[in-house]
């Protein structure tokens, strides 16, 4: 039998939980035992509208570094699961390869973040390609926080998400988990996530 103390304590823990949350105070982030000590970054791609044989995305990434900024200019790379190929209409980032080269072996893609012309930024690109910590800037999701879209073509009845995802900046490490799909976010038909946890710490 639980005493009434018990069922007290049980619930002011349960309101704290939830006030932290609706702070969005409660982050793994902020957890010493989480399996990433230093942080992570988390990759969201979400379909946007579909065309038949394409798809257009909006790619999101987020900083849950604990002590430091994504320093520029990073770079996200992936491999097709597929015969899928980026379109040349990438808005928020520079795409240094474009199309499928497959028929050389070569099935990689690479995204920077180098500065787009004035006329082809999203909403929420990335200055310099610096994107601020959640952890050091009070929980501020627009700031710590980059997109920018992509038209994906070749695609089949189903979409795959992208596989052996990968994400480098200049002085930091990372270690990506395969991308998954995910709750669809609200307005969007369909979103894929990936983990990138920080195996190097740079050095200032």
């Known amino acids: 039998m639980w005493c009434a103390y018990s069922i007290a304590k049980l619930l ?12 969005g105070r409660y982050i ?15 990759i969201w791609w979400d379909i946007m509208n579909e065309t038949r044989g394409s ?3 909006n790619v999101t990434i987020i900083d ?4 430091h ?25 520079i795409g240094t390869q474009l199309g499928n ?30 994107i601020p910590s959640w952890c050091t800037i009070e929980a501020d999701l627009p700031k710590s926080s980059s997109s920018f879209q992509i038209t994906v073509g070749r695609v ?4 795959y998400p992208p596989a052996y995802v990968d994400f480098t900046t200049p002085r930091s490490n990372f270690m990506c988990f395969s991308m998954m799909p ?4 609200r307005g969007y038909l369909k979103t894929w996530r990936a983990e990138c946890g920080l195996l190097r710490v740079p050095q200032d």
């Open 55 to 57: 798809y257009s995305a």
């Open 69 to 93: 900024d994504i320093d520029g200019p990073w770079a996200l790379s992936w491999e097709w699961a597929e015969d899928e190929i980026l379109l040349n209409s990438t808005v928020g980032a």
């Open 182 to 185: 995910f709750t669809k976010r």
């Open 64 to 67: 849950y570094l604990k002590n």
């Open 156 to 159: 089949g009845i189903e979409y």
């Open 28 to 42: 793994p982030c902020m957890d010493d035992n989480f399996k990433f000590p230093g942080g992570y970054v988390t």
């Open 101 to 130: 080269d497959s028929s050389v072996g070569d099935n990689k893609w690479l995204l920077n973040s180098n500065l787009p012309p004035r006329w082809e930024k999203v909403s929420k690109y990335c200055k310099g390609g610096v």
């Open 12 to 23: 002011f823990l349960t309101i704290l939980l939830l006030v932290e949350a609706s702070l």
